[in-house]
């Protein structure tokens, strides 16, 4: 999948480039914009795969011309078509985007803007904070359970009967098909796992390790095997038959028949869908997962393959997902109504927070009691083209806040799924006047903007070609 991913981005990538240059070449001609004979001929010559001691090889364009234009189907003159369509591309592109002229005040605004420092502040607002004191009373949990119904829902459940194929009932067959030369291969590829302390293991005192390793992997399959012979047998038999009482004693009479020895054939009682460990069973989500997704008309499952045994499941009974009682989502009805109940609190208050030290500030009065109640947290001054350090939380709400308030100035609150924060501008720092290299910061600036240039146009080409 992930090659396949690749072929189709790098596909994709190579038709949207011809598209583009295929526009470009329409929009050369329309503006009479050509690459000369003269120019085409000048860049083959110069090619440096067709130099020999500096000066150009009538033989080296000759061999290229036959050993790279022709077994592809393809003349010379078609290679020279070729040179001419990069040539002219390249023209339109420099006639485009040309030299910018920029001014002393374009660069260092542009040097200041990326290299100007935001001094800030943050106040965060977190529901987890206010939950502690949230109390309610069992009507007003009733109220928010009728409120929220659907998000209550009791899961699915299940009875089963399980035919289980022990991975360890098939050990001793899978060692037999073990070789000398299977280990040795195996010991040569993952000797790193054969080691006493820093000293590597011979290939003698490994094998054991290695045979019992390829004898799980083996035994597995062979389980998963003795599973998938026996479910086609037992769909054969249970299809026949309406009454599931019936359906359990053919079911369990065939797997004693044929596969006591390979483990046991249990009835479960009712399960939950997503049970993770069953009774009688152990740790195996795989047989939850699959329970549900059994139908009754056809009541026997594939094969699975599990930690410690292969599994055949016959449903014997399955109740659909329903609401849930109040008694029954008690506790996260309350979890739930308590968390929304705080989540509001942090955000209201991060929003009156907002308001009163818009006020002081404006006021021009000390909010410092103010900053003290929110637990304002300092943050290191940032390049303000980016944002706070990594270990920031909230780095991006931060620096995205901060770009659009004024120094001096407070945010709105800015909600999340925790709470809310409060971002104060304190200063922006500008970049010292001896650090402006002006020719660099010109270069990097010219090119930006050659860049813009060229990606506008091509926009506007790509517009039209469309619209035409």
């Known amino acids: 999948p992930a090659q396949f991913l690749q072929y189709v981005t790098a596909r994709a990538y190579q038709q949207n480039q011809l598209v583009d240059d295929l526009s ?11 690459a000369s004979d003269e120019e085409v001929v000048d860049y083959i010559k110069k090619a440096q795969q067709l130099q020999k001691d500096g000066k150009f090889s009538k033989d080296l364009y000759d061999n290229f011309i036959k050993d790279s234009v022709v077994v592809m189907g393809y003349k010379a003159a078609d290679f020279d078509s070729a040179v001419r369509q990069l040539l002219t591309i390249q023209k339109i592109n420099a006639v485009v985007a040309g030299e910018p002229v920029v001014s002393d005040a374009e660069l260092q605004a542009y040097y200041n803007n990326q290299n100007t420092k935001i001094k800030a502040k943050v106040a965060r607002f977190k529901a987890a904070d206010y939950k502690g004191s949230i109390k309610k009373s069992t009507d007003d949990l009733k109220t928010y359970f009728e409120g929220n119904k659907d998000s ?17 009932a098939f050990e001793a067959e899978a060692k037999k098909t073990i070789d000398a030369k299977t280990i040795e291969t195996y010991y040569n ?20 390790a290695i045979v019992s ?20 047998e037992a769909l054969a038999i249970v299809d026949e038959i309406e009454e ?3 359906r359990v004693a053919k079911f369990t009479e065939l797997y004693n028949k044929n596969m006591k020895a390979y483990g046991e054939c249990v009835e479960l009682d009712w399960f939950k869908d997503g049970a993770v460990s069953i009774p009688k069973v152990g740790i195996e989500p795989a047989i939850a997962k699959t329970a549900k997704t059994i139908y009754a008309d056809i009541p026997v ?16 009974e399955k109740k659909e997902t329903t609401n849930s009682s109040f008694e029954t989502a008690m506790s996260k009805v309350m979890e739930d109504c308590t968390s929304k109940e705080a989540l509001d609190l942090a955000q209201s208050g991060a929003t009156e927070f907002a308001a009163a030290v818009t006020v002081a500030l404006e006021a021009k009065t000390e909010f410092s009691a103010i900053e003290n109640s929110a637990k304002f947290e300092d943050i290191a001054a940032y390049p303000s083209s980016g944002k706070p350090e990594a270990k920031v939380a909230n780095g991006s709400i931060i620096a995205e806040e901060a770009a659009k308030t004024a120094s001096g100035s407070v945010s709105g609150a800015v909600n999340n799924d925790q709470g809310a924060i409060v971002v104060f501008v304190e200063a922006r720092i500008a970049p010292e006047a001896s650090e402006f290299d002006k020719d660099k910061v010109a270069g990097e600036y010219r090119n ?14 790509s517009g039209n070609i469309t619209g035409n």
Do not use: C, H
Not at 24 to 34: D, I, N, Y
Not at 152 to 168: C, E, G, R, S, T
């Open 301 to 316: 499952s594939s094969a699975i393959s599990g930690s410690r045994a292969a599994y055949v499941i016959l449903l014997k």
């Open 448 to 461: 930006l903007k050659v860049q813009a240039s060229r990606q506008a146009f091509r926009s506007w080409i």
């Open 24 to 34: 470009l070449l329409k929009t050369a001609e329309e503006m009479g914009v050509r």
């Open 152 to 168: 209550y829902m009791d899961p699915a459940q299940f009875k089963i009967v399980l035919a289980k194929f022990n991975n360890v």
């Open 213 to 232: 390793t390829l004898a799980k992997d083996k035994s597995k399959n062979l389980a998963l095997k003795k599973a998938d012979l026996f479910e086609a």
């Open 189 to 208: 590829t993952n000797k790193a796992k054969y080691k006493t302390g820093d000293k590597q293991q011979t290939l003698e005192e490994a094998t054991a």
């Open 244 to 246: 599931t009482d019936e």
